[in-house]
């Protein structure tokens, strides 16, 4: 039985909830005090200690927990849960029946009503995302619920959660039957090896599959391209599969080499026509400035944060810096496809890395496409900070 708690939040922030906000800042609570035991239910009262709302007490980031009902008798039992996991699953039946693509997200944290918990389906495996141990408390309700509403073959978990907010390792099968892995998804046509039971990744980032398609479909033919921070080479199967003459992967993680190789030849390409190089990204521009390297189209997606023993990259700081990099090694009228998932900032603010970096360049460009999320990845529109991805494709015009 979880423990209710009171905490009393500033007006400003009570505003918001109100409003729909659904993250419970450190910041707007006046009590902290009271809390101890993360998974309680906590009661969000105003100064006048009249209900605002009913959460949950979670560290994660920013916030202290997550709001779930604004309304103060509904509880926080299997029945809530159900009903917010079955609605998501009803948002997704375009993709439950879609036989080219068998990998999506079917619950999107606070976007489909739980802040601090994804699901990801992956060809009848489910993979649980938990993102503090508050969320995590509260597990019992989440795979009860999968056992009543859906068919699986096997379902993994990954705690996402530890004293530093890392990754906790471990073993991730949770039940059902063990895959022997790595599985073969699709996705658009595209086929992926996926491991659920490798650690924090599982070989491909769904959040991207929107444009690995538009790289495909759009962008690829008789290219030579360049894919930076290429993790399993995903970006590069789909350029080789829309008709890239050759692609160049450069990921400095050891494991990118193997990885990259079992995506290629998972859907009949020759890697050995590919290059790959396990190299630092800012390594290797500087080998291709060296030896006058140029590329059609150059794809950007970096981690957020990355350190190396010779560099310290944040997006929030250096993307105009890696964006110049890229510039310099890119033909007039090739194109770059600029990503970044760092949720600290919005689209507006990196078009404003872009013009920097394109000004520093000496360069001009034109923006030929940018999303965000895809539709499977439900965020609430009112508050954009929760739609962190950001994606520009832009064209090098001199």
Do not use: C
Request: glycine share 8%; charged share 25%.
């Amino acid at each position: 039985m979880t423990k209710t708690i009171e905490l009393q939040v500033n007006a400003q922030n009570i505003a918001d909830i109100k409003k729909g906000y659904p993250l419970i800042l450190k910041e707007a609570v006046l009590n902290l005090d009271v809390l101890k035991e993360e998974g309680s239910i906590i009661h969000l009262i105003d100064r006048n200690r009249k209900f605002v709302a009913k959460g949950y007490y979670g560290v994660q980031n920013k916030g202290i927990g997550w709001v779930l009902t604004k309304n103060a008798d509904e509880p926080i039992d299997f029945n809530f849960f159900e009903s917010k996991i079955s609605r998501a699953i009803e948002r997704r039946a375009t993709f439950f029946e879609d036989e080219e693509t068998n990998a999506y997200r079917v619950f999107n944290g606070e976007g489909d009503g739980i802040g601090g918990l994804t699901i990801d389906y992956f060809d009848g495996f489910y993979m649980v995302s938990w993102y503090s141990e508050g969320i995590y408390k509260l597990k019992h309700h989440v795979y009860g619920v999968l056992d009543k509403l859906v068919t699986y073959k096997g379902i993994y978990e990954k705690k996402r959660f530890d004293t530093k907010g890392q990754y906790i390792d471990q073993d991730d099968f949770v039940q059902g039957a063990q895959g022997d892995f790595p599985i073969i998804v699709k996705e658009n046509g595209m086929n992926f090896a996926i491991d659920l039971n490798d650690g924090a990744m599982t070989g491909i980032f769904l959040d991207q599959r929107d444009v690995r398609e538009s790289i495909r479909d759009n962008y690829a033919e008789g290219k030579h391209v360049l894919n930076t921070f290429s993790y399993t080479g995903a970006f590069s199967v789909a350029a080789s599969l829309g008709g890239a003459v050759k692609t160049t992967n450069v990921d400095l993680a050891s494991r990118s080499l193997p990885k990259t190789i079992e995506q290629f030849s998972v859907n009949g390409i020759d890697y050995e026509q590919q290059e790959i190089r396990v190299m630092d990204v800012f390594d290797y521009f500087r080998y291709a400035k060296r030896h006058a390297l140029k590329f059609d189209l150059v794809i950007l997606d970096p981690p957020s944060f990355a350190r190396s023993k010779k560099y310290t990259f944040s997006t929030a700081k250096d993307y105009p810096a890696l964006l110049m990099d890229a510039i310099a090694i890119t033909e007039t009228n090739g194109i770059i496809v600029a990503s970044t998932n760092n949720a600290s900032f919005g689209m507006k603010k990196f078009k404003t890395f872009i013009e920097t970096a394109f000004n520093d360049a000496g360069s001009k460009y034109k923006i030929l496409e940018e999303s965000s999320l895809p539709k499977d990845f439900r965020t609430n529109r009112d508050f954009q900070e929760f739609n962190y991805l950001k994606v520009v494709i832009l064209q090098k015009t001199k």
